[in-house]
């Protein structure tokens, strides 16, 4: 019976050691992984290079523009009539005429729309052209472009 129990506890002895090899085994296993990454990001790298790839530039960030002379601001701010309490004034450049131009906009029109950016027609200028522009609830510029005005009375 003595012989029986030392062939289990030899056997038992031996499980352990193969279970402890096959853990030490497992580990360079795992550091597998971590490597091949670096190998496909390398080949990602090398593959960019052979096709000439260029990077992605960052987006262009547009500088607004500011009123530079107090000669400026006298003007735009003489020009019109308006009243303050109803109306905002926005200064908005006009690709058109080449500068900023002040723009009197009703403040209940911005206020009391449901939509988040408001659109309006602006025309002034010679020749007479329309700035469509939109506003937000601060009164900041959203976009804006220009249009041509095209009068039916020309025409009658």
């Known amino acids: 019976m003595e012989e029986v129990n030392n062939t289990n506890s030899t056997s ?3 499980e352990e050691k193969e279970i402890e ?3 030490s085994s497992e580990k360079p296993e795992k550091s597998k992984p971590s490597e091949e990454p670096e190998k ?7 593959i960019k290079d052979d096709l000439l790839i260029p990077d992605i530039p960052p987006p262009k960030v547009a500088k607004k523009k500011k009123l530079s002379s107090p000669v400026l601001e ?3 701010f003489s020009d019109l009539k308006f009243d303050q309490i ?3 004034l926005v200064i908005i450049e006009c690709d058109r005429c080449g500068g900023p131009i002040s723009v009197p906009v009703e403040r209940n029109m911005i206020l009391g729309s449901p ?7 602006y025309i002034h200028g010679k020749p007479k052209h329309c700035l469509i522009a939109q506003l937000d609830r601060n009164f900041n510029e959203r976009r804006r472009r220009t249009a041509d005005l095209i009068d039916e009375d020309d025409f009658r």
């Open 12 to 14: 038992k002895e031996e």
């Open 86 to 88: 109803t109306h905002q």
């Open 115 to 121: 939509e988040p950016v408001v659109e309006f027609v």
């Open 21 to 23: 090899e096959s853990k």
């Open 40 to 46: 496909t990001e390398q080949s990602k790298q090398s």
């Open 74 to 76: 006298a003007k735009i």
